[in-house]
């Protein structure tokens, strides 16, 4: 990598600040798990939250889109606050009240 190229990357990553971004995205993910003296799983259990911030009003209609068709079994809870037909039907994460 040339010095010029260095540089510029250094510049890019000092430049984040997610402070003065305008849509934030935070997963927080929980793992319980029971095993075995011999190593074997008993009980294994996952739970994540996802946290969307928006600090921008012109971004207040923000959508999230997921794909997960490759974990079966997986339950989501939709806050009350989100538009649940579109969760069930697209699996879109959107407010109640996003304008379409």
Request: glycine share 6%.
């Amino acid at each position: 990598m040339a010095a010029g190229e260095k540089d510029e990357e250094e510049k890019q990553v000092e430049s984040y600040n997610p402070l003065t971004e305008n849509v934030l995205m935070e997963i927080d993910e929980r793992i319980t798990c029971q095993v075995t003296k011999d190593g074997d799983i008993e009980k294994f259990e996952l739970k994540g939250i996802l946290y969307l911030t928006l600090t921008d009003p012109k971004k207040c209609h923000a959508e999230v889109s997921m794909d997960y068709s490759d974990f079966k079994g997986l339950v989501f809870k939709v806050h009350p606050e989100l538009d649940k037909q579109a969760w069930n039907k697209k699996k879109i994460l959107k407010g109640k009240n996003s304008g379409e």
